[in-house]
Structure formats: C-alpha cells, structure tokens
C-alpha cells in the first residue's frame, strides 16, 4: 500500500474518560469534547470518499497544532484518541466482535511506530492534527495479532 496522509481541521481532544449514569448504572464514557472531536474527524474523512485501509503496520506520525495553552492536553491522550477514531468501528454481536464499519486502520494494534508525533505548537486561527500514514514491512512481528493480519494477507497474494 501507499502512504496517506490527512489534515484534521478542530481542536484536537482526548478521551478523558468520566463517569456517567446511563440506564441506572454506572459506566465509563469518552468526554463529550471527545464525542464532538471524533464525530467530527470521522464526517472529514468520509467526505473525502473512498479511503485506503490499512491491515498490516505502519508508522503514524501526528502533529498536533493546538488552539491554545488552556486545557493542554497530553501527548498520549492525544496519540490513543487518534488511533481509537482511525481505527475500525467494531461492536459485540452475538458473542463475537464484528466490524461494523471500516476506517483507515484495522485495529490500532498495527500501528507499530509513532516515530516523529509531537504537539507541533500553537495556530489560534487552525488547529489541527496532520496525520501521516506509512506502511512498514515487518520481518517478525511481536505481537500476535499483527502476525495473523500478515499471514492473512499473504495468503491473499
């Protein structure tokens, strides 16, 4: 595959998970600032139509372009919320985990390499996060998942 990249315009925002009663029970949900954040990537990638689906690893480079110092968020928070909105949407069904909706990556699993992602700086004016996609070969994976997602698309081949 080749390597993709994208400019996510908005304030960039973690998940910041927080307690929440839903139906008379106790759970956690992402921030409601994460909930906007996420809708409104996922409706910027889908507006730019037929996206690449990446299944075997790749380097995510983020730069993240903050709309101000208030609420600086941190790095990982960032990094995790990425690959959470980038990642395939998936759902239990019938006792098995089943995608319901494909978006640039498989699973966050295959990212492999953040190599180059940072908080770039300030832009009042555009916040933003660009986001670079590049495929990696692996010669031996470590983790399992990986391994299968190589095998399968060998197979294919």
Same mark, same amino acid.
């Given at each position: ?17 927080? #307690?929440?009663?839903?139906?008379? =029970?106790?759970? +956690? ?5 994460? @909930?906007? /954040?996420? !809708? ?6 889908? #507006?730019?139509?037929?996206?690449? =689906?990446?299944? +075997? ?5 983020? @730069?993240? /372009?903050? !709309? ?90």
């Amino acid at each position: 595959m080749k390597p993709f990249s994208v400019v996510i315009p908005g304030q960039p925002a973690t998940k910041k998970n927080s #307690a929440v009663v839903v139906r008379s =029970h106790a759970c +956690l949900l992402p921030s409601a600032a994460y @909930r906007a /954040y996420e !809708k409104h990537c996922r409706e910027t990638l889908m #507006a730019m139509g037929r996206l690449p =689906h990446y299944t +075997l690893p790749v380097r995510l480079t983020c @730069r993240y /372009y903050l !709309k101000d110092r208030a609420h600086w968020p941190d790095l990982v928070g960032l990094m995790q919320a990425t690959a959470d909105i980038l990642s395939d949407e998936r759902k239990r069904i019938g006792g098995r985990m089943v995608t319901v909706k494909e978006w640039l990556l498989s699973d966050d699993r295959i990212i492999t390499s953040w190599d180059g992602t940072e908080i770039a700086g300030i832009d009042n004016s555009r916040p933003r996060v660009e986001i670079a996609i590049t495929p990696l070969s692996v010669d031996v994976p470590l983790d399992p998942y990986v391994a299968r997602q190589i095998k399968q698309e060998r197979g294919r081949e």
